[in-house]
Each structure stands twice: as C-alpha cells, then as structure tokens.
C-alpha cells in the first residue's frame, strides 16, 4: 500500500485566492512527522512546514498552514493569498519513527497561479 | 553560499561511459541521501549515509556505486547506465538528532538531470 497519497495530479487557484493541496498518509506506528516540499522548475526542493504525530496544534509557517486530521490520516496544505511564485510541484511526505532517515514521498500535485 | 550544492547540474553521457555526481552540504549535517525523480513517478530513495556509513540501499543496480568519504561529501559513480536512467538526480542531507526541536527535514540540492543517450 502507498503510505503517502496525492489523489490532485493538478491544481489552478486565481492569485490572491486560498489553495488546499491534499495528502492522506498511511501508518501503523504512533509516532510520526509528516513534511511538505515545493519544487519550482529549476528543480530544488523546498521545505515548507512539517507536522509531528503528536503536535496538538496545526502547523503554520506564514502563508502556509498544515490541516492535520490525524483520526482521518490527512495532513492537507493549505496556502493563502496565492502567489504567481507559488506556481510549482509540491510534495507531501512521511517519516516514521523506527527509521528517521527514510522519507516517503507522495507523487506530487502541480500547482498553478492564474493571474 | 548554498547549504547543499550538486554538480554537475546537467549531464549527457552514453551508455558506455563512466561519469560521477558530486553532492557537497555546507550544513554540519550527518545524514546524507541520494534520490532519483523520474517524470511521473514519486522520489525514489537510492542511498543514504549516515555518519559516513551507508544505511540504506534500495535495491538499486549496481551501475550505481556512492560514495561517502565524509560526512559533507557524497558522491554517486556511474557506469554502463540505460536509458530508463535518465532522470533527475537529487542529493539531499539531513540532522540526524532525534531531539525536541529539531524536524530532521531533508534540505535538497538543485538536482543534476542525468540524460543517457
């Protein structure tokens, strides 16, 4: 089973608008870190905001807030006030706690930023 | 300065030559990875070093050899590669310190896209 899905292969938000990118993961374990990644065209990725499995309060990093509903296993992203430059992949992904170096990532949504 | 620098950022290389990716983090940290992206398809995780020491391998074929000869510098060795390889090539690096506080998020390089011809 994957453990992390992205079911929007593709995304359109009017600039200035709100987006929610959504990400249901997949865990037995308890303890767990949910992570989300943005990749411009030149290919880096960017780290955005990360989630702990124990964190009872969302994770917001500026314009950027995590919708965590651990019962229902989602951790969607919400981005506000779109932006031109916010066109880009974003990527969800999980890390368990047995093993803090393995990263699984979902297949990504493509977001784009109408003017 | 950037934290994780790849080189070179693009390569074309025929399937009988022996090429190497160069990964240099400038972040003090002790974890490092190579992933490759393929279009369609989620991040694959290849290698992931740890202290110098590989920690994982994900199957990956042998046309691949990393190497890690300390902890800011990893390298990825490539031979007789098919075409099904090219990709793009991310290098990645992260604190491995379970701790309250820190996240552990990977930072990533640049990519290099790997063209085999």
Same mark, same amino acid.
């Given at each position: 089973a994957q453990k992390i899905t992205q079911t929007q292969p593709g995304m359109f938000v009017q600039e200035k608008e709100a987006v929610t990118l959504d990400c249901t993961y997949d865990t037995s374990d308890q303890s767990y870190g949910l992570f989300w990644y943005k990749q411009p065209s030149s290919g880096e990725m960017i780290f955005l905001i990360y989630q702990g499995s124990y964190d009872e309060q969302n994770a917001t990093e500026g314009r950027y807030s995590l919708n965590f509903q651990k019962a229902r296993k989602s951790a969607n992203l919400v981005i506000s006030? #779109? /932006?031109?430059?916010? #066109?880009a992949m974003y990527f969800c992904a999980m890390r368990e706690v047995y093993n803090f170096n393995k990263f699984y990532f979902g297949s990504g949504t493509k977001l784009n930023v109408k003017p | 300065e950037t934290g994780v620098t790849q080189t070179p950022r693009h390569l074309v290389m025929g399937m009988t030559n022996k090429k190497s990716l160069k990964c240099e983090q400038h972040?003090?940290?002790n974890a490092m990875y190579w992933y490759k992206q393929s279009a369609k398809k989620p991040l694959e995780l290849m290698f992931v070093y740890n202290f110098k020491e590989q !920690?994982?391998?994900?199957?990956? @074929?042998?046309?691949f050899s990393p190497e890690c000869p300390n902890s800011s510098h990893l390298f990825l060795h490539l031979h007789t590669? /098919? @075409?099904?390889? #090219?990709a793009l090539y991310l290098c990645a690096s992260s604190q491995d310190r379970r701790q !309250?506080?820190? !996240?552990g998020e990977l930072f990533f390089g640049e990519g290099s896209r790997l063209t085999v011809l």
């Open positions: 006030a #779109s /932006q031109l430059g916010d #066109s | 972040l003090g940290h !920690t994982e391998n994900n199957s990956v @074929p042998s046309r590669l /098919q @075409p099904e390889d #090219s !309250t506080g820190n !996240t």
